[in-house]
């Protein structure tokens, strides 16, 4: 099969990387750039590279993590074409609600016309479904939930 010719959607957090998602309110800004800059990738990312694959990496971190997430990716030979990250200007406080988060996760994934997305958030998934986007739900194997995406 030809994976490249799919637009694919890809989250970060506790998806691409081994780091759970974490509560950024509550974290000191440089202690959790330095988190995010040295997190783990997850078991099987490397098929992306080895695939020819470049997703649309979409993520809940806000803008200021822009930077650092592109070095992360790059650090760790993570193919991408699109880095979306939260727009500051669209919180309507200090930080998403838990539907504006799963409304901007939507949104994102459809502006950039994603067909399939790998996602470790439940509720994510089961709002693309709604929308006709094929998702897989990764747990601890990336490759593995990568392969049960074209089941």
Known sequence: MEYSKFVIGVDVDNTLTALPPFDVDTMILEETREIIRSALT???TEILSLLC???????????????DTIYWLEKNDIPYTKLVTIDRNKYSGNRFDFHEYINYKVNAYLENNVQFCLEDDIHVINA???????CSLVKDDFEEAFHKLFE
Do not use: M, N, S
């Not at 693309?128 to 094929?134: C, N, R, S, T």
């Open 53 to 67: 694959i470049k997703p649309i990496i979409i993520t809940g971190r806000g803008d200021y993590f822009h930077d």
């Open 42 to 44: 997850k078991q099987g």
């Open 128 to 134: 693309l479904e709604k929308h006709g986007i094929k």
